[in-house]
């Protein structure tokens, strides 16, 4: 099969964006990544459009390229929660490699900060859960991941102090990077005093929801810049409520990362750089140690001993994740392929590492329900 490269990438300052709908959002990352990518609007042939809950529009794809002046053959808006940004850029691979489109703008955004109101909010999301036997008994989407890290943390000894360590590893990161929602310093004990949200998690230990985009085009041809080719991609699906799912050790993740390094021929000790999911600081842990990049329970033992930091072993996150870069929905989750490929085509700023050669990208939608694993690598064409 043909191989699909990501040619450019765009996104839009995180944080509170008054007076900016969805649309707009889109728009100015999208111009940003058709930019980076030097192509014009005329030279995309296919659209994927992430949902946005302030704008369910039943057609958001349409409705962008519409508002965008593109004329795509082929448009699909899509919804796996925070899976969705990861699992665009695995069907945009797919369109490329089969010869369905040549170039494949991938994009969402919305103004989840500034146009909803935290009720609405936590009404929407919380509408992961069951219907019938947890929605009705008031639980909200923190309230599904601090069970999950209840019983996480009793399962492997993980404690309070190790999901802290995340918080702070992901804060020091986001401080190198201008568009980051959060860049004031913390510690653990900054952590540990703040509120509590949904026992054990604490404020800090989640994500804060933003405003903002990110967009990338995917195309046949590697394009002028230093090549980054999806050269893996899996995923898994095993559950969807909280109450189904059979075993906290084994939600998917691994499943899904597994296809993807088979499809890559390419083994974990490779890859030199991650992104990782880290919608609340016990998903970041659970994912590190299901997709085997840690032992179990030991994922914080990288953070204390300088492995997962922007010099160590297997740099970690460096724009900050979801933690701290901040959580639009669909384009939080998209900052992590974002910040890979600008690592590895030397294009990070001051937060520039010596570029990676293989990076592992894993993201999941719902409370754990839905995983993608994306493999990038950075190549002679």
């Not at 489109?101 to 009404?123: P, W």
């Not at 995923?235 to 890559?264: K, N, P, T």
């Not at 990049?293 to 010099?311: C, H, L, M, Y």
């Not at 993201?363 to 002679?380: K, N």
């Amino acid at each position: 099969m043909n191989t699909a490269y990501i040619t450019g990438t765009g996104n839009t300052r995180f944080g509170r964006l008054e007076g900016r709908g969805p649309l707009d959002l889109m728009a100015q990352a999208a111009t940003q990544a058709l930019a980076d990518a030097q192509c014009r609007r005329g030279d995309i042939d296919g659209l994927l459009c992430g949902y946005a809950t302030t704008l369910p529009h039943l057609m958001l794809s349409t409705l962008f390229a519409e508002r965008f002046g593109l004329r795509p053959h082929y448009a699909h808006g899509m919804a796996l929660g925070g899976a969705t940004g990861a699992a665009m850029l695995m069907l945009a691979r797919d369109l490329v490699r089969v010869g369905r489109c040549r170039r494949v703008l991938v994009v969402a955004g919305e103004n989840r900060l500034s146009g909803q109101a935290r009720d609405s909010a936590i009404q929407t999301l919380a509408q992961v859960g069951d219907p019938d036997f947890e929605v009705p008994n008031g639980a909200s989407v923190p309230a599904y991941y601090a069970l999950l890290a209840s019983r996480y943390m009793a399962a492997t000894g993980l404690t309070l102090d190790d999901l802290a360590q995340f918080a702070v590893q992901m804060r020091s990161n986001a401080i190198g990077h201008p568009d980051a929602h959060l860049r004031e310093p913390i510690t653990a004990a900054d952590v540990a005093a703040s509120k509590p949200i949904a026992t054990p998690l604490r404020l800090l230990d989640c994500c804060p929801i933003s405003d903002g985009a990110m967009a990338f085009v995917v195309a046949a041809d590697p394009g002028d810049d230093v090549p980054v080719a999806i050269v893996g991609a899996g995923q898994a699906h095993q559950h969807q409520h909280l109450s189904a799912l059979d075993d906290v050790l084994a939600s998917g993740a691994s499943a899904a990362a597994d296809r993807a390094f088979a499809e890559a021929g390419i083994a974990r000790s490779d890859i030199d750089w991650l992104g990782i999911y880290d919608s609340f600081t016990i998903t970041l842990a659970m994912l590190l140690e299901e997709t085997g990049f840690a032992p179990r329970g030991q994922s914080a033992a990288g953070v204390r001993d300088g492995s997962f930091a922007p010099d160590g072993r297997l740099p970690l996150n460096t724009h900050g994740g979801l933690l701290s870069f901040g959580h639009c929905g669909v384009a939080g989750g998209m900052g992590h392929a974002v910040e890979a490929v600008r690592q590895m085509r030397s294009a990070a700023a001051g937060r520039q590492l010596r570029p990676p050669r293989h990076a592992f990208v894993h993201a999941d939608g719902g409370v754990l329900s839905s995983h993608v694993s994306l493999i990038l690598s950075r190549s002679a064409t």
